[in-house]
């Protein structure tokens, strides 16, 4: 029976693989992703390249060939199921009747997980939102105040993330994490006011903490 196995990448750096994703990637007919994800392997069968502008049309296609018969590989940076490609796959999958089950999850360290680690934050109390392709980003509003750290994934960038929370009445004063380039040889991790982050740029790969 094909496989169509949906591979959390890490983020970023070949470290983080994990042997599981190194073996089932190695291992599949075909392997879609970024050229940044599939440049994580070496030794590759048939690969598939896609970027912002065709990547539904290259999702459409991994189910395709799934339903082909061919055992399929499509990378995810991060975990899939958090603001990864497991969502949009599943909506593919259900639209051309590839059964749940021919689908296989292979998860992996998200971005989130890493900033928590090197922040040395118990995750498991924090409020963790993502803004990835959403414009309304007033929820965040919402929650900051709860008592609880604030781990997010911004929908543009921090800059814009800080103006808008600034904008919005929230102290400037607030200690803010910045995690950046995670994993990556020039990554930083800092620590400071929610002002002097809306007066600096950013890379666009970057985890805000927003601290209690």
Request: charged residues 25%.
């Amino acid at each position: 029976m094909m496989t169509l196995y949906i591979v959390g990448i890490g983020p970023g750096s070949k470290e983080y693989l994990t042997q599981i994703a190194i073996e089932v990637v190695k291992n599949s007919e075909v392997v879609i992703g970024s050229q940044r994800a599939i440049d994580l392997f070496s030794n590759l069968n048939e690969t598939i390249v896609f970027n912002v502008k065709d990547l539904q049309e290259k999702l459409e296609l991994s189910v395709d060939l799934a339903i082909g018969g061919k055992d399929i590989c499509v990378l995810s940076t991060g975990d899939p199921g958090f603001s990864g490609i497991l969502k949009p796959i599943l909506k593919i999958a259900k639209e051309k009747n590839l059964n749940k089950d021919n689908i296989e999850v292979i998860p992996g360290i998200s971005s989130l997980q890493l900033a928590a680690a090197k922040n040395r934050i118990s995750w498991d109390n924090t409020n963790i939102m993502t803004f990835h392709g959403r414009e309304n980003i007033k929820d965040i509003l919402k929650i900051i105040d709860n008592g609880s750290t604030t781990i997010s994934l911004p929908s543009k960038s921090v800059k814009d993330m800080a103006k808008f929370l600034l904008d919005n009445g929230v102290d400037p004063k607030r200690e803010i994490g910045i995690c950046e380039r995670l994993s990556y040889d020039d990554e930083r991790i800092l620590k400071t006011t929610l002002k002097d982050v809306a007066n600096n740029e950013f890379s666009y790969m970057c985890v805000m903490i927003i601290f209690k």
